[in-house]
């Protein structure tokens, strides 16, 4: 346990945002000028223009596009916006319990929207004025259509029997590749309980806690799983990140967590591993200023503990604000191409070479020299460069 995890690759092509960020003053625009009809639609291109022009009409007046398992069809008339997306069947026994969570939902967290039974079907709907169609409201709308139903669908399935009513659009990986990242995630998750063990034995408590919390989001960055995987995961980071629950409580839940994971049926672990089309990302969209504000706090951390040669302190503290900030966060590839270098070239590293290898690539987005440490450069002159000045 001297050396720092070993890192994988995240099979995303790329973390940053599918939003068109130039569109949105022009949405504004539409709206200063009282085109409402305009103002809602131009919210769905700046949510993800390339599924508005592929699952738009002629007129770019109804759009059927699909996010998971749920489609959400929407209709803007001069009249009115209107949106429906079928949730799920409700199962034929004892419907009672999912009616429960469903009313809760509809208390909180949803707002602006419902879900309403109509026949066998559970479906989200949202209907309003054109003329109240304001540009921020009708985002919160198809934000959380798009996020509670992805969230929620293989939840209800797995504890009330409930049905898809769509299946969702995948595109499946190749048996060897399912086998390759069932594999290294158990390799994942074997290593964090060795590390976990190790510092336990030390009463490095503090420690611990971010070898859990790397470890989930690292499961979650290598493999992005979906189905009722990802809803576990979800919840597991959820409750380290929020919970006001002593430190060694999280700790116990993490490994039960974990040795869950490591008991999960290969089978059904992998047929949650795929990719899947998503009309609105659960990730915030961070910009530049986000990037450093989000990572600020850890980087003056880091800089303390890189100062007195705590070497394993900073790089546990780096890489949990790297994978943080990947987890919640779409950036721009000039930032991830430093953190995955970054990353990349700490795996398997002593801790004195992996501290001061990440602290580099924190140091140097702060201080915005991101050309200081490319992606791409790699085997020659890399040590040269990266502590150069």
């Given at each position: 346990m001297n050396t720092s995890p070993k890192y994988f690759p995240s099979i995303l092509k790329s973390n940053s945002s599918q939003v068109d960020f130039t569109y949105w003053d022009r949405v504004m625009d539409f709206y200063?000028?009282?085109?409402?009809?305009?103002?809602?639609?131009?919210?769905i291109r700046y949510a993800n223009p390339t599924l508005f022009e592929k699952f738009g009409n002629a007129d770019k007046t109804e759009f059927n596009i699909p996010h998971g398992s749920v489609v959400i069809n929407i209709r803007v008339t001069d009249e009115t916006f209107k949106v429906s997306a079928p949730f799920l069947i409700?199962?034929?026994?004892?419907?009672?319990?999912?009616?429960?969570?469903?009313?809760?939902?509809?208390?909180?967290?949803?707002?602006?929207?419902?879900i309403l039974l109509k026949g066998e079907q559970l479906s989200f709907e949202y209907e309003?004025?054109?003329?109240?169609?304001?540009?921020?409201?009708i985002w919160d709308v198809l934000y959380d259509i798009c996020i509670y139903a992805d969230n929620y669908d293989d939840k209800f399935i797995e504890q009330f029997n409930a049905e898809r009513i769509n299946e969702p659009i995948v595109k499946n990986h190749p048996p060897e590749k399912l086998t390759?990242?069932?594999?290294?995630?158990?390799?994942?998750?074997?290593?964090?309980?060795?590390?976990?063990?190790?510092?336990?034995?030390?009463?490095w408590e503090y420690f611990t806690w971010d070898i859990i919390a790397i470890t989930l989001f690292k499961i979650d960055n290598y493999c992005f799983p979906q189905g009722f995987l990802r809803t576990e995961l979800e919840k597991e980071i959820s409750y380290q990140m929020t919970s006001q629950d002593?430190?060694?409580?999280?700790?116990?839940?993490?490994?039960?967590?974990?040795?869950?994971?490591?008991?999960w049926d290969a089978e059904k672990f992998k047929n949650d591993l795929y990719d899947i089309e998503n009309f609105v990302s659960p990730k915030?969209?961070?910009?530049?200023?986000?990037?450093?504000?989000?990572?600020?706090?850890?980087?003056?951390?880091?800089?303390?503990?890189?100062?007195?040669?705590?070497?394993?302190?900073?790089s546990l503290s780096v890489q949990y604000i790297f994978y943080y900030l990947l987890y919640y966060n779409t950036v721009e590839d000039k930032y991830s191409n430093v953190i995955y270098n970054a990353l990349k070239k700490v795996g398997g590293k002593p801790w004195e070479e992996s501290g001061k290898i990440l602290f580099k690539a924190i140091d140097n987005i702060m201080t915005g020299n991101l050309?200081?440490?490319?992606?791409?450069?790699?085997?020659?002159g890399f040590f040269a460069r990266l502590f150069n000045n």
């Open positions: 200063d000028a009282k085109q409402y009809k305009e103002t809602a639609i131009g919210v409700i199962p034929r026994e004892n419907p009672i319990p999912l009616y429960r969570q469903v009313a809760q939902l509809n208390f909180s967290p949803l707002n602006l929207t419902n309003c004025p054109i003329e109240t169609c304001e540009p921020y409201k390759e990242l069932y594999d290294n995630v158990m390799t994942i998750v074997d290593e964090a309980l060795q590390y976990i063990s190790h510092f336990e034995q030390k009463r002593p430190i060694p409580q999280r700790i116990n839940y993490a490994k039960e967590f974990l040795k869950k994971l490591q008991d915030r969209s961070a910009n530049d200023e986000a990037v450093k504000g989000i990572i600020k706090n850890i980087y003056e951390r880091a800089k303390k503990e890189f100062d007195k040669k705590d070497y394993l302190a900073c050309s200081a440490v490319s992606f791409k450069s790699g085997k020659k």
